[in-house]
């Protein structure tokens, strides 16, 4: 089984339409959670981190649910410029920073 | 603006070639630096993670004489491959932590996209 898994994709979806992510990570001793986004063939960028309370930065919305061991990202309202690769990023306790990625959720947005 | 440089960003060179890569942090000090690899449609997988002064430790799976890692200051690491071949064609991407632990986010660097003839 995969430290951290993913929604399989590609998604596509209308302009304007909300979508949501979800992840699940397998080692209950993770610690930090966070959604990256990465466009084709460039570096990953930090798109928010994810906080237990669950956290929202504008059109973005995350979620941490610890006892399921599980991670979502909506986005609302999406735009042309939402399209690329999500992916979930999860770091253990004691770990020395190591980020696990999860494969990546591709989401396209149309006219 | 970017607080992680890496280079160079593109590599074509004939197999057997040995190529390194340059990975520094802008205005910080990085202890410990991490080299990742993604082949196309995967996702980032951790090579290694290099400490200041100190060897590398590498993730299974990795062969620490193929993939030959220096950081021998504060805000250098190089990632070296050895003798290289087609399949070691990828986009290698390093990164590095302001702070350690916590909820730090990594800051990754541009990446650098290997291509062996």
């Known amino acids: 089984r995969k430290e951290v898994e993913q929604d399989p994709g590609p998604f596509n979806v209308p302009e304007g339409a909300t979508v949501a992510f979800n992840c699940t990570y397998s080692?209950?001793?993770?610690?930090?959670f966070f959604w990256y986004r990465q466009d084709c063939r460039k570096e990953p960028k930090l798109l928010m981190s994810?906080?237990?309370s669950g956290n929202e930065d504008g059109r973005f919305t995350a979620q941490l649910n610890r006892a399921s061991q599980y991670i979502s990202l909506l986005i609302r309202d999406s735009k042309l410029s939402d399209s690329a690769t999500y992916l979930c990023?999860?770091?253990?306790?004691?770990?020395?920073?190591?980020?696990?990625f999860g494969q990546g959720t591709e989401l396209s947005v149309k006219p | 603006g970017a607080v992680v440089s890496q280079h160079p960003s593109r590599v074509i060179c004939k197999s057997g070639t040995s190529v390194k890569i340059e990975c520094r942090s802008l205005?910080?000090?990085?202890?410990?630096m991490f080299w990742y690899r993604q082949f196309p449609k995967q996702s980032l997988m951790l090579m290694a993670t290099?400490?200041?002064?100190?060897?590398?430790?590498?993730e299974q799976g990795v062969e620490k004489d193929k993939f030959l890692i220096n950081h021998a200051s504060l805000t250098l690491s190089t990632l070296t491959v050895t003798s290289a071949h087609p399949e070691d064609s990828s986009f290698y991407i390093c990164?590095?932590?302001?702070?350690?632990?916590?909820?730090?986010?990594?800051?990754f660097g541009d990446g650098t996209r290997l291509s062996i003839l």
């Open positions: 990164s590095a932590t302001k702070a350690t632990g916590g909820n730090q986010p990594q800051h």
């Open positions: 080692n209950s001793a993770s610690q930090s």
């Open positions: 994810v906080y237990s």
């Open positions: 990023v999860v770091r253990g306790y004691n770990q020395g920073g190591k980020l696990i």
């Open positions: 205005d910080f000090q990085a202890t410990t």
């Open positions: 290099s400490n200041e002064g100190s060897k590398a430790t590498y």
